[in-house]
């Protein structure tokens, strides 16, 4: 919306071009600084459940896997929660040389930084998606969820560092977003944009 | 005679004390179990074109009580307020471009980094009270806690001082990129959060 607003205007329009125009499209991309161009949302899930005696390792293990089956009743539950994630450009890793305008000033090559992808938070509540504690078994407390909360987010986060196709993903979306506007935004110039990214 | 039936009474009340008070701390007695975690799942995939200009952390102390349990624990939450440019409305006067300055996100989020939640104490001021909270109440309890910290986000200008410098970020990005002269307006410099 901002930019068709932008490109009308500047197709009618009859302003000058800076003088030097290399440093003033770079002094105002830098400008943004942080540009977002994507988002992610990644699900975890994971289940509570007695200490198998036969699965039990160590002594501590043993103990709670015997206290588990002295104990009637059942302990079972299911907890899952949202992680975020989003790409940005960081525009202030750009250099005077990454914008190169042709003589005629009609096109141009704008290097923009790598797609950087970090994680923004996780949802601060935690969803019970199942939960049955019956008979003489103790209740699942904050303190458990809380650790195995801990433990849910070290995991995804290992997850997200070994599998590239998480990040993958969202750099490509990102960086088809970033083309469309920076191609738009060129247009609104009178410039025909290529665009490359650095690694 | 009447002396023996009281004793017997008593030792007799004292043992059904004790054993009422072991069955309670052996039902609630904490019990290791095994934690099977899922495959993350990609619940959601967006572009986005975003302006951020704030971004924050902050340690919260967690306090709260729900009746005669109460709960102590502390949070870091995190944080950003951004802008969706592709929001932004626009007008013509004369020959200027008048851009409004979108609604600010401000979103707020539990920290990723490790030991971001921690439950430091639950008590109950009654003997031997349940000192547990349900999912429910502690989901509750950290809404609050997000609520009151969004408050305080715009209470301490962070709002303000965001869109103040989106205003001049967006004013020397866009003067260059049109024709046209450029002008951004911000109908709400305070943000838009009404408490």
């Given at each position: 919306?901002?930019?068709?607003?932008?490109?009308?205007?500047?197709?009618?329009?009859?302003?000058?071009?800076?003088?030097d125009?290399?440093?003033?499209?770079?002094?105002?991309?830098?400008?943004?600084?942080?540009?977002?161009?994507?988002?992610?949302?990644?699900?975890?899930?994971?289940?509570?459940?007695?200490?198998?005696?036969?699965?039990?390792?160590?002594?501590?293990?043993?103990?709670?896997?015997?206290?588990?089956?002295?104990?009637p009743?059942?302990?079972?539950?299911?907890?899952s929660?949202?992680?975020y994630?989003?790409?940005?450009?960081?525009?202030?890793?750009?250099?005077?040389?990454?914008?190169?305008?042709?003589?005629?000033g009609?096109?141009?090559?704008?290097?923009?930084?790598?797609?950087?992808?970090e994680?923004?938070?996780?949802?601060?509540?935690?969803?019970?998606?199942?939960?049955?504690?019956?008979?003489?078994?103790?209740?699942?407390?904050?303190?458990?969820?809380?650790?195995?909360?801990?433990?849910?987010?070290?995991?995804?986060?290992?997850?997200?560092?070994?599998?590239?196709?998480?990040?993958?993903?969202?750099?490509?979306?990102?960086?088809?977003?970033?083309?469309?506007?920076?191609?738009?935004?060129?247009?609104?110039?009178?410039?025909?944009?290529s665009?490359?990214?650095?690694? | 005679?009447?002396?023996?039936?009281?004793?017997?009474?008593?030792?007799?009340?004292?043992?059904?004390a004790?054993?009422?008070?072991?069955?309670?701390?052996?039902?609630?007695?904490?019990?290791?179990?095994?934690?099977?975690?899922?495959?993350?799942?990609?619940?959601?995939?967006?572009?986005?074109?975003?302006?951020?200009?704030?971004?924050?952390?902050?340690?919260?102390?967690?306090?709260?009580?729900?009746?005669?349990r109460?709960?102590?624990?502390?949070?870091?939450?995190?944080?950003?307020?951004?802008?969706?440019?592709?929001?932004?409305?626009?007008?013509?006067?004369?020959d200027?471009?008048?851009?409004?300055?979108?609604?600010?996100?401000?979103?707020?989020?539990?920290?990723?980094?490790?030991?971001?939640?921690?439950?430091?104490?639950?008590?109950?001021?009654?003997?031997?009270?349940?000192?547990?909270?349900?999912?429910?109440?502690?989901?509750?309890?950290?809404?609050?806690?997000?609520?009151?910290?969004?408050?305080?986000?715009?209470?301490?200008?962070?709002?303000?001082?965001?869109?103040?410098?989106?205003?001049?970020?967006?004013?020397?990005?866009l003067?260059?990129?049109?024709?046209?002269?450029?002008?951004?307006?911000?109908p709400?410099?305070?943000?838009?959060?009404?408490?």
């Amino acid at each position: 919306m901002l930019l068709s607003a932008l490109l009308a205007t500047s197709l009618s329009g009859c302003r000058e071009k800076p003088s030097d125009p290399d440093r003033t499209y770079y002094s105002e991309l830098r400008a943004v600084k942080k540009l977002v161009v994507g988002r992610m949302t990644l699900s975890k899930m994971a289940t509570i459940d007695d200490i198998r005696l036969s699965e039990a390792q160590g002594l501590k293990q043993t103990a709670s896997a015997l206290l588990a089956a002295i104990k009637p009743g059942s302990r079972k539950a299911a907890y899952s929660y949202d992680t975020y994630l989003r790409a940005y450009i960081d525009l202030e890793k750009l250099t005077p040389a990454d914008i190169s305008l042709s003589a005629d000033g009609k096109s141009m090559q704008l290097t923009l930084p790598a797609i950087e992808i970090e994680f923004t938070g996780r949802d601060a509540e935690i969803r019970e998606e199942h939960y049955r504690v019956t008979g003489l078994r103790s209740e699942i407390n904050a303190d458990e969820r809380a650790a195995l909360k801990e433990e849910m987010n070290r995991l995804l986060k290992e997850e997200v560092r070994q599998n590239p196709a998480f990040t993958s993903r969202l750099t490509e979306l990102a960086k088809t977003k970033a083309v469309t506007y920076f191609t738009q935004w060129g247009r609104s110039q009178g410039i025909d944009v290529s665009i490359r990214f650095k690694d | 005679m009447k002396l023996l039936s009281i004793l017997r009474w008593t030792v007799l009340l004292a043992l059904t004390a004790t054993v009422i008070f072991l069955a309670i701390r052996f039902k609630n007695s904490p019990e290791a179990s095994t934690h099977k975690i899922q495959q993350a799942l990609v619940t959601e995939i967006k572009p986005a074109m975003e302006l951020c200009t704030v971004e924050f952390i902050e340690d919260v102390p967690i306090k709260a009580h729900i009746g005669t349990r109460h709960i102590f624990a502390r949070t870091t939450l995190s944080g950003f307020i951004s802008f969706d440019l592709d929001s932004a409305a626009t007008r013509m006067k004369g020959d200027t471009i008048i851009v409004t300055l979108p609604p600010e996100t401000v979103e707020i989020h539990e920290s990723t980094l490790p030991g971001s939640y921690e439950v430091i104490d639950t008590w109950n001021e009654k003997l031997l009270g349940s000192t547990r909270f349900t999912t429910a109440e502690e989901n509750d309890i950290k809404r609050k806690v997000i609520d009151n910290f969004r408050r305080k986000i715009y209470a301490k200008g962070y709002v303000r001082q965001a869109r103040a410098d989106a205003a001049a970020t967006l004013s020397q990005m866009l003067s260059a990129m049109s024709a046209s002269p450029v002008e951004i307006s911000d109908p709400a410099p305070g943000g838009y959060f009404k408490p």
